[in-house]
Antibody
Framework: QITLKESGPTLVKPTQTLTLTCTFS??????????VAWLRQPPGKALEWLTL???????WYNPSLKGRLTIASDTSRNQVLLTVTNVGPEDSATYYC????????????????WGPGTTVTVS | DIVMTQSPLSLPVTPGEPASISCRSS???????????LDWYLQKPGQSPQLLIY???YRASGVPDRFSGSGSGTDFTLKISRVEAEDAGVYYC?????????FGQGTKLEIK
C-alpha cells in the first residue's frame, strides 16, 4: 500500500525559507517511472502544481514560482524535500505531495496517491 | 501555460439525478504518444484530492462506474449517472499534456 505524508513548519515569517518533507512508503523512488510531485492549494482556491522529481533525478518546476523552488530526494530515507525561498503571504497554503507511476506501456501522468497535506501560514 | 476552464463552478444536484461538468483546455491535450492527458479529481470536504479519471475516460482503481469521462482534443466532460450524497465536493480537471501541469478552477457539487 502506497502512502505519503507531508511535514514541516506551520508558521513561517516573510522572506524566510520554507522546507517541507514528504515521507513515503510502499514504493521506491528508484523504481523506473516513479515520480513524486508537490502541489499546493491556498485557502478557498484551486490546486497548483509546483514541482516533480522522477526516479532518474529528472526535475521539473513551475516557472511561475520564478526559481524559488528546489526539490530533492533522499532515497535511503524514502523522503522528498521541497524548499521554497523568500516566502510571502501568497505562499500560505496547504501543501500536498503526490505519487505518479508512468511506464512505457501505460504512460500515466495522473497523481494517483496524495498525502493528507500540511498547512503553512506565512505571517 | 495551458489554461483549463471548468463550467459550471457551482452545481446543486438532487440525489439520484445525473450531473455533468465541462472542462475546456486552451490547447489540445493529445500528446504525440497518442494519449490524451486529461484527469479528473474529487476533493471532498476536509480531504486531499482523489483521482477519479485519467486518460479522459479511464476510471481509477475503486471509482464507482457511475462516474464516466469523455471528450477529445480540448473539450471534456465528467458525468455522474446518479449522484449520491458521498459525491459532494469540488471536482477539478487537470492537464498532464505539458508542464506546468494546470488545473481548472474547480466545480463545487452540492447535494440538495
Amino acid at each position: 500500500q502506497i502512502t505519503l505524508k507531508e511535514s514541516g513548519p506551520t508558521l513561517v515569517k516573510p522572506t524566510q525559507t520554507l522546507t517541507l518533507t514528504c515521507t513515503f512508503s510502499g514504493f521506491s523512488l528508484s523504481g523506473t517511472g516513479v515520480g513524486v510531485a508537490w502541489l499546493r492549494q491556498p485557502p478557498g482556491k484551486a490546486l497548483e502544481w509546483l514541482t516533480l522529481i522522477y526516479w532518474d533525478d529528472d526535475k521539473w518546476y513551475n516557472p511561475s514560482l520564478k526559481g524559488r523552488l528546489t526539490i530533492a530526494s533522499d532515497t535511503s530515507r524514502n523522503q522528498v524535500l521541497l524548499t521554497v525561498t523568500n516566502v510571502g503571504p501568497e505562499d500560505s497554503a496547504t501543501y500536498y505531495c503526490a505519487h505518479r507511476h508512468s511506464v512505457t506501456s501505460r504512460p500515466v501522468r495522473a497523481f494517483a496517491i496524495w498525502g493528507p497535506g500540511t498547512t503553512v501560514t506565512v505571517s | 501555460d495551458i489554461v483549463m476552464t471548468q463550467s459550471p463552478l457551482s452545481l446543486p444536484v438532487t440525489p439520484g439525478e445525473p450531473a455533468s461538468i465541462s472542462c475546456r483546455s486552451s490547447q489540445s491535450l493529445l500528446d504525440s504518444n497518442g494519449y490524451t492527458y486529461l484527469d479528473w479529481y474529487l476533493q471532498k470536504p476536509g480531504q486531499s484530492p482523489q483521482l477519479l479519471i485519467y486518460f479522459v475516460s479511464y476510471r481509477a482503481s475503486g471509482v464507482p462506474d457511475r462516474f464516466s469521462g469523455s471528450g477529445s482534443g480540448t473539450d471534456f466532460t465528467l458525468k455522474i449517472s446518479r449522484v449520491e450524497a458521498e459525491d459532494a465536493g469540488v471536482y477539478y480537471c487537470m492537464q498532464g499534456r505539458q508542464a506546468p501541469y494546470t488545473f481548472g478552477q474547480g466545480t463545487k457539487l452540492e447535494i440538495k
